[in-house]
């Protein structure tokens, strides 16, 4: 369990596999009412462990703009990203939004092993709760930018299956569109068009970059620890603590799940096949790296607004690397027991078959020269059963979102 343990709960597989959670995380949310009758003898955590554990909060973060994005924070632009968010017709058929696979209900998720727009596609769909902490996008990392990689569905044939023009069209011959772009931008839509894509990609952004998740359980146990308040502390179901323990010691989980989203996000290889379908393979980073590097929308490029390139560091000096292949995203943990299937293919259907995978990892599916930071866990049924409830208590039942904008809506 120390690199990517990748966020869904079932949706797909059976609709009956959500009960579980949902009941675990209501049970969990219910924890602040009174401390546990006839609790055991609290779990008791190494200064490491406390360390690493204090880490991951406190949450939530406070808001930060994107330098790349002049329209990052602005109320403007996230009130017309969100309208683009929801609405089909800036798709090739008019028949798909970008909430088509990125659904509030399932916490910007969908359910499904691999995500279906015009076609389906060969990965699942990642979250989008908490995406402004991101230093890369998408399960191969080929965006920089959180408006750079918003571009890509809007093009992609199997996604959105539009066109440059056809999209700036679109913004321009819409009235709701064009009068929410000129409130926006404080300009009609020009005639270039892939100003306008651009400019719309970032009002994308600035929509995306708020979709926070809500506190958990977890984060109330991390507060009462940092404060030293054993009294709250006992309040969080001693399974969860035991599970934190693991997590945080002999799990090793924090060398890839660290911080305030449970994630460093950086690239793994977890021993996950990486075959789309026989003679087909997905590339994982090694592809991302090659797309990121020859991208007009990256940030060393001319669509940044951020005129001294400070955000393209990494950008700049990442290198291209054998070991690349078939490694993925590092995804954050929180909600992780409402976002099922998991990992990069959707192939592992709830928490206990993560849990299973990371226990008895099977190490002759590891690169021989990767940076080889996994081992077989080897945990007993009781240690299973007490990581998932750690997990299941990162998560809230409701994401917390609601529509702000609706196409009923004046604009004038």
């Known amino acids: 369990?120390?690199?990517?343990?990748?966020?869904?709960?079932?949706?797909?597989?059976?609709?009956?596999?959500?009960?579980?959670?949902?009941?675990?995380?209501?049970?969990?949310?219910?924890?602040?009412?009174?401390?546990?009758?006839?609790?055991?003898?609290?779990?008791?955590?190494?200064?490491?462990?406390?360390?690493?554990?204090?880490?991951?909060?406190?949450?939530?973060?406070?808001?930060?703009?994107?330098?790349?994005?002049?329209?990052?924070?602005?109320?403007?632009?996230?009130?017309?990203?969100?309208?683009?968010?929801?609405?089909?017709?800036?798709?090739?058929?008019?028949?798909?939004?970008?909430?088509?696979?990125?659904?509030?209900?399932?916490?910007?998720?969908?359910?499904?092993?691999?995500?279906?727009?015009?076609?389906?596609?060969?990965?699942?769909?990642?979250?989008?709760?908490?995406?402004?902490?991101?230093?890369?996008?998408?399960?191969?990392?080929?965006?920089?930018?959180?408006?750079?990689?918003?571009?890509?569905?809007?093009?992609?044939?199997?996604?959105?299956?539009?066109?440059?023009?056809?999209?700036?069209?679109?913004?321009?011959?819409?009235?709701d569109f064009a009068c929410h772009y000129r409130q926006a931008f404080g300009r009609a839509p020009p005639a270039d068009d892939t100003v306008v894509v651009v400019d719309a990609a970032k009002a994308l952004a600035a929509f995306e970059e708020t979709l926070d998740s809500p506190r958990t359980p977890f984060d109330e146990f991390r507060d009462a620890l940092s404060r030293g308040d054993s009294q709250a502390m006992a309040r969080y179901p001693a399974a969860a603590q035991r599970g934190l323990k693991l997590f945080a010691g002999r799990g090793r989980c924090e060398l890839c799940h660290g911080g305030p989203t449970f994630s460093n996000g950086e690239f793994n290889d977890t021993g996950i096949a990486f075959f789309i379908e026989p003679g087909r393979v997905d590339p994982g980073r090694y592809g991302g790296i090659k797309q990121l590097k020859v991208s007009e929308w990256n940030l060393l490029g001319a669509w940044s607004d951020d005129p001294a390139r400070t955000t393209a560091t990494s950008t700049r000096y990442v290198a291209l690397e054998h070991r690349n292949f078939g490694e993925f995203k590092v995804p954050g943990l929180r909600d992780v027991a409402m976002t099922a299937p998991y990992m990069h293919n959707g192939s592992l259907k709830t928490l206990d078959d993560v849990v299973n995978h990371y226990s008895e990892l099977p190490l002759d599916r590891l690169h021989a020269d990767g940076e080889r930071l996994l081992v077989p866990l080897k945990l007993t049924p009781d240690e299973k059963r007490d990581l998932i409830a750690f997990l299941e208590s990162l998560s809230a039942p409701d994401p917390g979102f609601q529509r702000r904008e609706t196409r009923a809506a004046v604009c004038n």
């Not at 869904?8 to 675990?24: H, I, T, Y």
């Not at 009174?34 to 055991?40: K, L, V």
């Not at 800036?90 to 076609?119: F, Y």
Request: with cysteine; charged share 25%; aromatic share 6%.
């Open 1 to 175: 369990m120390t690199a990517s343990l990748p966020r869904r709960q079932s949706l797909a597989n059976g609709r009956g596999r959500l009960a579980k959670p949902l009941g675990v995380a209501f049970a969990l949310l219910a924890w602040s009412a009174s401390p546990q009758a006839d609790a055991p003898a609290p779990v008791t955590f190494t200064e490491i462990e406390r360390t690493r554990i204090l880490a991951h909060g406190p949450w939530p973060r406070p808001a930060t703009r994107d330098p790349s994005n002049r329209m990052s924070g602005r109320a403007e632009a996230v009130a017309f990203g969100e309208r683009l968010f929801f609405d089909t017709r800036l798709s090739q058929n008019g028949l798909v939004s970008c909430a088509a696979c990125h659904q509030p209900k399932r916490h910007w998720t969908d359910g499904r092993e691999r995500a279906i727009g015009l076609a389906v596609v060969d990965r699942n769909t990642p979250s989008l709760q908490n995406v402004r902490d991101a230093r890369w996008f998408g399960w191969d990392g080929a965006g920089d930018s959180l408006w750079g990689q918003s571009i890509r569905p809007l093009l992609d044939p199997r996604e959105m299956g539009n066109s440059i023009a056809g999209v700036a069209a679109r913004i321009r011959e819409i009235a």
